[in-house]
Each structure stands twice: as structure tokens, then as C-alpha cells.
């Protein structure tokens, strides 16, 4: 059975790796690509239909009028608001394009939401980003249990997945 050091390399190794990794883009990628986004009140619906100003009821402002959305829906387009009257479907979008989920999203749901291992609650994707590829990737790594970001996924946290990279230790990086 594997031991807890064949997984997590030397912190000293990665540091010296980063050290080393001189090569990096001419802007680095921020968590606005994923566009997270703080929560707004009422915070257990955000990031929801319920409160996207784009829902019209039981329909979307970036869809076709066949198309259903509950308020309890979500997707890649959310803006908290509230619709203006009168505001019609404009059939721009599938809800394929759209990445439309019929779940509950926001970061406590998320299987990169991590409140346990250290002080202040953080993504572990975006953390393993910044360590794995440090010369792309410049990424707030500080999230609120409900806000919500376009990579979110469901499931339970399993820092594994971040193989064969990963995961990298990070005790010593912001
Ligand atoms: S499907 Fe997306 S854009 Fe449309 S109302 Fe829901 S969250 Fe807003
Ligand atoms: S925990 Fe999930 S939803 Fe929150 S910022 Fe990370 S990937 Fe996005």
C-alpha cells in the first residue's frame, strides 16, 4: 500500500522546480477565466436560476422559449440580478453551449472545495494549477463556500484525482 510520500513528493522538490521553471506566458491566468464570482445575497440560492437575471420564470433569456429551466437550475452565463419585465427568450444558445446543469452548484458543493486541511477554506483545483504549472497559472486560490466558478463539478473531495502531477504540497506558496 502506498504511504503518504509516494504520493505527495518532497515540498523541497517542487520548490526547486518552480525556481527552476523560468519559461512563463506574457499574462498569466487568472481565476476571472473560470469567471468565480463572490456570493451575493440570498447566498444559498446563488449562483442558481432562482437568482440570475437572465431567468424568466420557467425560461431563459439566452435560450428558445421551448426550452424549460427550473429555478434550481444553473449555468456558465449566470449574472445575479432580477430579469426586466418584459424580457423575452431570444434563442441565442443551446443549453449544451450554455454547460446548463440541473443541480446545486456554489463551491460548498464542489468536489475542489476544500474547509478541512488548512485555516481558511480554499479550491484545491486552482491551488494544483498554481504549483503544477506555475509559469500559466496565477490564481486566487481563496474562495467562499458560496461563491462559484464554471469549473464547478460534483462529487467528494479526492486530492488523488490531481495525478499523475499531483497533488503537490503547498504549504509554503500563497
Ligand atoms: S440557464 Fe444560466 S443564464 Fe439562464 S437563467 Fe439559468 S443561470 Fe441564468
Ligand atoms: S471549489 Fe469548485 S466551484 Fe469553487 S472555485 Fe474551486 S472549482 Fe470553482
Redesign the pocket.
Known sequence: MKGLSDIVPPRQTFRNAREKAKTEIAEKIT?AT?I?LDPKKPKSEFAQCETCIHFLGDRCEWMSARDEVDDDDSCCFYVHGKAAAGTQPKALMTKKEMGFVSRQ???EN?????NQTEPKEH????TQLNLILPGVFALDRY?DHQ???????PGTRNPKVFGPFGPIQHGDQE
Open positions: 481565476r473560470f468565480y452548484v456554489r463551491c464542489c468536489c475542489f472545495f476544500d479550491c484545491d483545483l486552482y474562495v461563491g462559484c466558478c464554471n469549473a464547478q463539478t
